[in-house]
């Protein structure tokens, strides 16, 4: 499959490094066709793996992983152009961290309304799935690196795009019994609400190497 | 032990029952001195066991147990009386569950803020230790029913009543290492968020008999 990824960060090279390594053609995107570390990422990762703006690459896309900061995510978004993502399933990984206000970070959209809501409405024609956005990109694209299962939430409005989704989330190495499908996007209010408690686990245990269980009596 | 335990529901009698089957003398504590939820608890619950007004409950108490609905919390501890949870530790419970904008519930403190930091602001000289807000009342009495280990989160500012909080809730059946300190009580923010998704959790897999472990890669 040819798939963008939005944002040339930690998060967004190592969906983009995963998805070529499974066969995929990708396509960095970034505000400028001329990123430096969108570049050096090409330079390493071989013929399958090119940059662009976030306009060609949601050209060159017939998925979009939206990996971009939180607070940038919108305007990125928009800067793939009208129309540019209408009908693509749009994966959204980002979280509305909220930074200016001290350490650790609080949230710029929460409870009532979440990042995941915004993209969508401000998109109505993309098919966004929320995923991946609870735990460290190592984990996201290599959940075998934990020793125990661990759970990895999907929403968003439309059902066959989170199936899809979930298909391609277990050629990442996810087991089907880890991926929780909690329904339309509204749910990414409480999948982002897990953040706030994240930043402080990680605080408290000093690694950011861990993700959630969901460990449920026996029936 | 004293303990005083505020709240006649499903949380408070749960936690009074356990306390009372572990030795303690328990007053469970609500508006009025003639609850009648108290006073079915105290006849079956035996002579260990007794009801009063929430100021009665302080009064006896050395130990406050607060699990009164979030929406009324501060309330309720104020009728305690001025004074009357100086120098006490207070293990809040409670959430800030907002039912009033549609189900799932949101929250009325969140982000910024949070109640566990609200009942230590209104009650400066109390001790409160905010723990076992994060799952149903069957598996904060009884940790043992989940088939494996999973966590508990404790905070408030006193590092003192934290460490004395742990030892009762080992009491319980908590291991050591489920119990994980977070710090301080700005960390209620973290734990008070995983609400908005144990709801969705909960909607998900239509089963509340569930908490989370935290597994992280081996060091």
Request: one cysteine or more; proline letters at 3%.
């Amino acid at each position: 499959m040819k798939i963008a990824v939005f944002g040339t960060g930690d998060v967004g090279q190592a969906i983009a490094t995963k998805l070529v390594s499974l066969g995929h053609e990708v396509r960095l995107g970034s505000r400028t066709a001329t990123n430096e570390k969108a570049k050096a990422w090409v330079e390493k990762t071989g013929a399958k793996a090119s940059t662009g703006t976030y306009a060609d690459a949601a050209k060159f896309g017939e998925w979009v992983f939206n990996c971009t900061l939180g607070a940038g995510t919108i305007e990125a978004l928009k800067m793939a152009g009208e129309g540019a993502l209408d009908g693509k399933i749009v994966v959204d990984l980002s979280n509305p961290l909220d930074f200016t206000k001290g350490m650790p970070p609080s949230l710029f959209l929460s409870n009532t309304d979440s990042l995941g809501e915004a993209v969508q409405r401000t998109f109505p024609k993309a098919k966004v799935v929320k995923t991946l956005n609870t735990m460290w990109n190592g984990i996201m694209v290599n959940p075998r690196l934990l020793p125990d299962t661990h759970v990895n939430y999907l929403c968003g409005n439309d059902a066959g795009a989170r199936g899809q989704v979930k298909e391609l989330l277990k050629s990442f190495g996810w087991k089907d019994e880890e991926l929780l499908d909690l329904g339309d996007i509204t749910n990414a209010r409480g999948t982002e609400s897990i953040l706030p408690l994240w930043v402080r686990v990680y605080g408290a245990t000093k690694s950011g190497a861990f993700n959630f269980k969901i460990v449920a009596a026996k029936g």
